[in-house]
Protein backbone atom coordinates (compact mmCIF):
# COMPACT_ATOMS: atom_id res chain seq x y z
CA UNK A 1 0.00 0.00 0.00
CA UNK A 2 1.62 3.31 -0.76
CA UNK A 3 1.17 6.40 1.45
CA UNK A 4 1.61 9.99 0.85
CA UNK A 5 2.97 11.72 4.17
CA UNK A 6 3.52 15.42 4.06
CA UNK A 7 4.62 17.84 6.53
CA UNK A 8 5.60 21.99 6.87
CA UNK A 9 2.61 24.22 6.16
CA UNK A 10 1.12 26.35 8.50
CA UNK A 11 0.18 30.22 9.36
CA UNK A 12 2.38 33.09 8.09
CA UNK A 13 2.11 36.67 7.27
CA UNK A 14 1.80 38.00 3.67
CA UNK A 15 5.58 38.07 1.86
CA UNK A 16 6.84 35.04 4.06
CA UNK A 17 8.13 31.27 3.05
CA UNK A 18 6.96 28.18 3.80
CA UNK A 19 8.20 24.78 2.55
CA UNK A 20 6.18 21.56 2.13
CA UNK A 21 7.32 18.08 1.71
CA UNK A 22 6.11 15.02 0.81
CA UNK A 23 7.59 11.26 0.82
CA UNK A 24 5.99 8.10 -0.97
CA UNK A 25 5.96 5.36 1.53
CA UNK A 26 5.50 1.59 0.62
CA UNK A 27 7.23 -0.84 -2.00
CA UNK A 28 7.35 1.27 -5.15
CA UNK A 29 8.89 0.41 -8.47
CA UNK A 30 8.59 3.70 -10.14
CA UNK A 31 6.56 6.81 -9.85
CA UNK A 32 5.75 9.59 -12.96
CA UNK A 33 5.22 12.86 -11.87
CA UNK A 34 4.72 14.06 -8.16
CA UNK A 35 3.39 17.60 -7.85
CA UNK A 36 1.47 19.37 -5.37
CA UNK A 37 -2.66 20.88 -5.71
CA UNK A 38 -4.43 23.27 -3.64
CA UNK A 39 -7.87 23.41 -2.80
CA UNK A 40 -9.27 27.11 -0.97
CA UNK A 41 -12.49 27.09 0.38
CA UNK A 42 -15.32 27.03 -2.19
CA UNK A 43 -12.94 26.32 -4.76
CA UNK A 44 -11.83 23.50 -6.94
CA UNK A 45 -8.58 21.80 -6.90
CA UNK A 46 -6.38 23.07 -8.97
CA UNK A 47 -2.70 22.27 -9.93
CA UNK A 48 0.28 24.29 -8.47
CA UNK A 49 3.32 22.29 -9.70
CA UNK A 50 4.30 19.14 -10.70
CA UNK A 51 7.39 17.28 -11.92
CA UNK A 52 8.20 14.05 -13.95
CA UNK A 53 10.80 11.30 -13.19
CA UNK A 54 12.36 12.69 -16.43
CA UNK A 55 14.00 15.51 -14.80
CA UNK A 56 12.01 17.79 -17.61
CA UNK A 57 11.11 21.42 -16.81
CA UNK A 58 8.53 21.51 -14.00
CA UNK A 59 4.93 22.81 -14.75
CA UNK A 60 3.83 25.57 -12.66
CA UNK A 61 0.49 27.72 -12.77
CA UNK A 62 0.90 30.81 -13.83
CA UNK A 63 -0.17 32.12 -10.17
CA UNK A 64 2.87 30.53 -8.42
CA UNK A 65 5.58 31.17 -10.92
CA UNK A 66 8.46 32.67 -10.02
CA UNK A 67 7.55 32.60 -6.60
CA UNK A 68 7.10 28.86 -6.07
CA UNK A 69 10.15 26.19 -6.75
CA UNK A 70 9.21 22.14 -6.43
CA UNK A 71 11.91 19.74 -6.01
CA UNK A 72 12.05 16.04 -6.11
CA UNK A 73 14.07 13.13 -5.28
CA UNK A 74 13.93 10.08 -7.19
CA UNK A 75 15.52 8.21 -5.35
CA UNK A 76 13.82 8.26 -2.26
CA UNK A 77 10.20 9.49 -3.88
CA UNK A 78 10.03 12.56 -2.09
CA UNK A 79 8.94 16.12 -3.23
CA UNK A 80 8.80 19.72 -1.78
CA UNK A 81 7.24 22.82 -2.52
CA UNK A 82 9.61 25.62 -1.67
CA UNK A 83 7.26 28.80 -1.16
CA UNK A 84 8.53 32.47 -1.48
CA UNK A 85 6.64 35.65 -1.24
CA UNK A 86 3.28 33.84 -0.33
CA UNK A 87 0.09 36.02 -0.57
CA UNK A 88 -3.24 35.81 1.00
CA UNK A 89 -4.82 34.20 -1.92
CA UNK A 90 -2.55 31.43 -1.70
CA UNK A 91 -4.37 30.25 1.49
CA UNK A 92 -5.44 26.57 0.97
CA UNK A 93 -5.42 22.83 1.98
CA UNK A 94 -2.37 21.64 -0.50
CA UNK A 95 -2.06 17.95 -1.34
CA UNK A 96 0.16 16.11 -2.63
CA UNK A 97 -0.01 13.56 -5.24
CA UNK A 98 2.03 11.04 -6.89
CA UNK A 99 0.87 10.17 -10.48
CA UNK A 100 1.40 7.06 -12.56
CA UNK A 101 2.30 4.75 -9.72
CA UNK A 102 3.85 1.24 -10.62
CA UNK A 103 4.23 -1.40 -7.37
CA UNK A 104 6.35 -3.65 -9.72
CA UNK A 105 7.73 -3.03 -13.40
CA UNK A 106 4.97 -5.17 -15.00
CA UNK A 107 2.11 -3.58 -12.55
CA UNK A 108 -0.41 -1.14 -13.84
CA UNK A 109 -0.33 2.86 -12.69
CA UNK A 110 -2.39 4.02 -9.93
CA UNK A 111 -2.90 7.77 -8.57
CA UNK A 112 -2.69 9.09 -5.50
CA UNK A 113 -2.90 11.45 -3.01
CA UNK A 114 -2.03 12.95 0.49
CA UNK A 115 -4.46 13.85 3.21
CA UNK A 116 -3.86 17.40 2.99
CA UNK A 117 -1.86 20.22 4.82
CA UNK A 118 -3.29 23.40 5.51
CA UNK A 119 -1.23 26.63 4.33
CA UNK A 120 -2.95 29.94 5.70
CA UNK A 121 -1.64 33.38 4.48
CA UNK A 122 -2.61 36.31 6.43
CA UNK A 123 -2.83 39.78 5.43
Known amino acids: QVQLVESGGGLVQAGGSLRLSCAASGIIFSINSMGWYRQAPGKQRELVAT????????NYSDSVKGRFTISRDNADNTVDLQMRSLKPEDTAVYYC????????????????WGQGTQVTVSS
Open 51 to 58: VTSSGGRP
Open 97 to 112: NAEGVRLWRWGQENDY
